[in-house]
């Protein structure tokens, strides 16, 4: 074995494997009437997308625990958005809890990478979990808008596991 392909194999990142996948198809029909937030007007995939509404502090929230995402060390979050403008501020925010404790929290503000509007953008986000992440640890994910408050679209929600 030389010594160039013990250095680059080395070097090799892990490749994600995807853990969790939220497109809002899944939604439509399973209560009567749709949430308000579920939208048909724009959608990245299929028909159905999430509609963060202007009157929202906080869109619906996905919640596993930590075992249930296969126990990542590192993991990447992200989706498509489509923003009207970029006078807003909102972001995709990733809570780890233990006992109802936050160990590990992160946003993404999504008017600060996003710089297109009307039309739909990736955006994600890696983050390092905790060394010491336990089994029943919840990892949170939701929208959260601040400040003056706009209508905007959020689709195709993915987990991934990095290592």
């Known amino acids: 074995m030389s010594l160039v392909w013990f250095l680059l194999s080395g070097c090799q990142s892990d490749s994600p494997t995807t853990v969790l996948q939220v497109g809002y198809?899944?939604?439509?029909?399973t209560t009567a009437p749709d949430?308000?937030?579920l939208a048909d007007t724009i959608a990245h995939t299929g028909q159905w997308s999430n509609q963060f509404l202007a009157t929202a502090d906080y869109g619906p929230s996905i919640i596993k625990t930590w075992s249930e995402l296969?126990?990542?060390?590192?993991?990447?979050?992200g989706g498509w958005v489509w923003l009207p403008h970029g006078l807003m501020h909102a972001a995709l925010v990733v809570v780890v809890e233990r006992n109802g404790e936050a160990i590990h929290y992160r946003m993404l503000p999504i008017q600060e990478v996003v710089k297109r509007y009307?039309?739909?953008?990736?955006?994600h986000q890696t983050h390092f979990l905790p060394p010491n992440m336990q089994?029943?640890?919840q990892v949170k994910i939701?929208?959260?808008q601040w400040g003056y408050h706009y209508k905007f679209y959020f689709d195709d929600l993915f987990v991934e596991k990095i290592r």
């Open 135 to 137: 089994d029943t640890d």
């Open 142 to 144: 939701y929208l959260w």
């Open 70 to 77: 296969g126990s990542p060390q590192h993991l990447r979050i």
């Open 35 to 37: 949430p308000d937030w």
């Open 118 to 123: 009307k039309q739909w953008q990736l955006i």
């Open 25 to 29: 198809e899944d939604v439509h029909g």
